[in-house]
């Protein structure tokens, strides 16, 4: 069954998965779907038994029907490889009630690494599928680990260059050192002034520039995207979620056939539509649960209906969460409005041009499979606290949120079957709020100095990410205003 890609907005004819991948976002501004999502008809006997790579293959290929068995194969084993510090890539770890999916284990200490790591090789198998000639340049925004997982996937990749934006004062210092010290030819890495979302409006609009891509493809180059509404990115991110309950039932936590709950801390939205994605393949998910921080924008929308961006942007210690537009929640609109293009259109052009928009009651009931609810700064600060105290396993803020807001569903939902927890990040990237939950007295270390002190209280070892920008120089210093984001991009591809 070949599986083709169509916009959320209606316009052209359905893609390949491959040429969904080397697009990265429709001409109409849409974000690429299946045209129909294909079962997961292997069995849980099976797939217990396989490993992360075997288990990778079982579900990409049934969505990225184009590439041959060879072409994806060697993807999966490429991106899949000693660049993780754990054979098992994504391992479960059980503490408070819970089952933590330590997604962390790649080369940027961040989920970001599951899909970025295979990415490149998606992107260029694509391209010669393809018979593209130009030069393809990822664009990119971040909200602190895209960014990073990003530049080192790409970095020095024959046939591709990489420039990401990030908020200068919008991430942790250690997220930004990872970005400012990449090296690799190809790796430009710019600040701005704004916020995550002015960054990643500027670049969609730049991807829906008709005048730069004729000027781009004149100096022989074409824009792809590296973030989560690239579906190159969404497809492999469902893999983890099949692998993590195919574990369980091999550890004999579960039976095979039993539900288990799923708990997310999302801001982009793009994570938790990976699990809703598994779900629908068959896998056996009952709630998907999804924890926001203070800019609960989600939150908001699950519980009223309404998609409202028209507030205050906070800065929290989970920054990777500071986002006010979900790019990816779009996918979900499209499919909660029954695949029809022009309402889900209609829809994201109220958001882009009057801040809001509200679906129907009809849509709305179809969120059933969702819970959302959030967690304030010192309820993720208690977070950390509560699962070091019960288990003494450290987690990052993010993860946090995701532990704070599971609790609340428990409470208020009575269900306790069991939850995976997708822990989306190392402690050790947002060292001092880890720290100051958890610990006194260190308020004079800086952020390395704050590393070895949790070294030393967790037993776990400084991952090499974080040695490895200790003492490197900064490589990208450049700073610019969200306005002049395409004269920068220009300026780097000398495009006059």
Do not use: W
Not at 299 to 309: A, M, Q
Request: hydrophobic fraction near 40%.
């Amino acid at each position: 069954m070949q599986v083709m890609y169509q916009s959320t907005r209606g316009k052209g004819e359905p893609v390949t998965a491959s040429q969904a991948i080397l697009k990265g976002l429709s001409e109409d501004g849409g974000l690429f779907v299946p045209t129909q999502i294909p079962a997961l008809d292997v069995s849980m006997d099976e797939l217990s038994r396989m490993t992360y790579q075997e288990t990778a293959y079982q579900v990409m290929s049934r969505l990225l029907t184009d590439f041959t068995e060879e072409e994806l194969r060697t993807c999966i084993n490429r991106a899949y490889d000693k660049k993780f510090d754990t054979d098992v890539i994504a391992p479960l770890k059980e503490a408070d009630g819970a089952y933590y999916l330590e997604l962390f284990h790649g080369p940027t200490i961040a989920f970001k690494d599951m899909a970025l790591s295979i990415l490149p090789y998606l992107m260029t198998t694509a391209a010669r599928k393809n018979n593209v000639k130009n030069e393809i340049v990822i664009l990119t925004a971040t909200s602190g680990d895209t960014g990073k997982a990003a530049l080192a996937g790409f970095a020095d990749v024959p046939g591709t260059r990489i420039i990401v934006f990030y908020p200068k004062h919008g991430v942790s210092p250690i997220q930004e050192k990872q970005m400012v010290t990449q090296k690799g030819a190809n790796t430009y890495v710019v600040g701005i002034t704004g916020n995550f979302d002015d960054a990643q409006t500027a670049v969609k609009k730049m991807f829906n520039d008709k005048e730069l891509a004729a000027e781009l493809s004149q100096a022989g180059f074409q824009f792809s995207s590296a973030n989560s509404i690239n579906i190159g990115r969404l497809v492999p991110q469902i893999v983890y979620y099949v692998y993590a309950y195919a574990a369980l039932v091999r550890q004999n936590k579960i039976e095979a056939g039993q539900e288990i709950n799923i708990v997310v801390p999302t801001g982009n939205f793009g994570n938790i539509l990976a699990a809703f994605y598994a779900k629908q393949m068959g896998l056996p998910v009952n709630k998907l649960i999804c924890a926001s921080n203070e800019n609960k924008v989600l939150f908001d929308f699950f519980s009223t209906g309404t998609y409202n961006r028209k507030r205050d942007f906070i800065l929290t210690s989970s920054p990777s969460m500071d986002i006010l537009i979900s790019s990816n929640l779009e996918r979900l609109i499209y499919r909660i409005t029954g695949g029809n293009p022009e309402e889900c259109a209609k829809l994201m052009e109220n958001l882009s041009k009057g801040g809001e928009y509200t679906i129907t009651p009809e849509m709305k009931a179809q969120l059933k499979d969702f819970y959302g609810n959030y967690c304030s700064e010192e309820e993720t600060k208690e977070a950390i606290r509560e699962v070091y105290k019960t288990s003494d396993y450290v987690i990052d803020t993010h993860t946090a949120v995701a532990a704070g807001v599971y609790k609340k569903y428990v409470k208020d939902t009575g269900d306790k079957i069991p939850a995976v927890i997708a822990s989306t990040a190392s402690p050790y990237k947002f060292t001092r709020s880890v720290m100051d939950a958890i610990s006194e007295g260190h308020e004079n270390l800086d952020d390395f100095g704050l590393a070895d002190a949790l070294e030393k209280l967790s037993g776990v070892a400084v991952p090499k990410a974080v040695n490895d920008i200790r003492t490197a120089p900064v490589l990208h210093d450049r700073v610019v205003d969200a306005e002049d984001m395409p004269a920068t991009v220009k300026e780097i591809l000398k495009i006059s």
